[in-house]
C-alpha cells in the first residue's frame, strides 16, 4: 500500500518515537526509498533530534568576558562627529524642530501645488456636474414625476 508524503513525515515522527508499529515501518521505508523529499525531511529531523539530546552549554560567560567588554568600551571612538558639537540635552530639541520644520514645509508645498491644481478645475466643474446628473435625460418628463421633481431639485428651483 503506497502512503503519501504528509502521512510518510507523520510516521517518521512516530518512528524517531519508537511508537511505529511495524507494517507502518515498512510501508514507510517503501516510500523513503523512492520519496527525496521526505528522505530529507527524516534527515532533518534526525538532526534536531540529535540537537535536543547533546549536553546544553553554560549560559554564564566567562570570568575575562567583562574585562574584555569593558576595554573594547573604552577604545571606542565614541560618538560621530556630525552631532558631537552639539550638547547631549539640546539633541532631542533639535530633533522635535527638525521635524517640525518637515511639516511645515510640506504644508506648505501642498498648499502651493494645490492652488496651481484648481485653476482650471473651476471652469470645468459645471461641465462635470452636467455630464455626472444628466438633466436632459429628465426633460420628456411629465411635470409632475419623480423625475421631473428631482431635475428641477438638482438645479435649484422649487418644482
Same mark, same amino acid.
Given at each position: 500500500?503506497?502512503?503519501t508524503c504528509k502521512? $510518510?513525515r507523520? *510516521?517518521i =515522527? &512516530?518512528?524517531?518515537?519508537c511508537r511505529?508499529q511495524?507494517?507502518?515501518?515498512?510501508?514507510?521505508q517503501?516510500? &523513503?526509498?523512492?520519496?527525496?523529499a521526505?528522505r @530529507?525531511?527524516?534527515?532533518e529531523?534526525l538532526?534536531?533530534?540529535?540537537?535536543?539530546?547533546a549536553?546544553q552549554? =553554560? *549560559?554564564?560567560?566567562s570570568?575575562?568576558?567583562y574585562?574584555?567588554?569593558? =576595554?573594547?568600551?573604552n577604545? =571606542?571612538?565614541?560618538q560621530?562627529k556630525?552631532?558631537a558639537? &552639539?550638547?547631549?540635552?539640546l539633541?532631542?530639541?533639535?530633533l522635535? $524642530?527638525?521635524?517640525?520644520?518637515i511639516?511645515?514645509?510640506?504644508?506648505? !508645498?501642498?498648499?502651493?501645488?494645490s492652488?496651481?491644481?484648481?485653476a482650471?478645475?473651476i471652469?470645468?466643474?459645471?461641465m462635470?456636474f452636467s455630464?455626472?446628473? *444628466?438633466?436632459?435625460a429628465?426633460? @420628456?418628463?411629465? $411635470?409632475?414625476? !419623480?423625475?421631473a421633481v428631482? $431635475?428641477?431639485l438638482?438645479?435649484?428651483?422649487?418644482?
Amino acid at each position: 500500500m503506497k502512503i503519501t508524503c504528509k502521512k $510518510a513525515r507523520k *510516521n517518521i =515522527s &512516530l518512528a524517531l518515537d519508537c511508537r511505529l508499529q511495524m507494517q507502518a515501518l515498512t510501508q514507510l521505508q517503501t516510500h &523513503l526509498d523512492v520519496c527525496p523529499a521526505c528522505r @530529507d525531511w527524516q534527515q532533518e529531523q534526525l538532526w534536531l533530534l540529535k540537537l535536543l539530546q547533546a549536553p546544553q552549554i =553554560s *549560559n554564564q560567560p566567562s570570568v575575562d568576558f567583562y574585562k574584555m567588554l569593558q =576595554s573594547q568600551i573604552n577604545e =571606542s571612538p565614541g560618538q560621530p562627529k556630525l552631532v558631537a558639537f &552639539l550638547p547631549s540635552a539640546l539633541r532631542p530639541s533639535l530633533l522635535r $524642530a527638525a521635524m517640525l520644520l518637515i511639516l511645515i514645509l510640506s504644508a506648505l !508645498f501642498g498648499f502651493i501645488l494645490s492652488g496651481r491644481l484648481d485653476a482650471g478645475a473651476i471652469d470645468s466643474t459645471a461641465m462635470v456636474f452636467s455630464r455626472t446628473v *444628466n438633466l436632459e435625460a429628465f426633460a @420628456d418628463l411629465p $411635470a409632475e414625476s !419623480f423625475g421631473a421633481v428631482y $431635475a428641477h431639485l438638482l438645479q435649484g428651483e422649487r418644482p
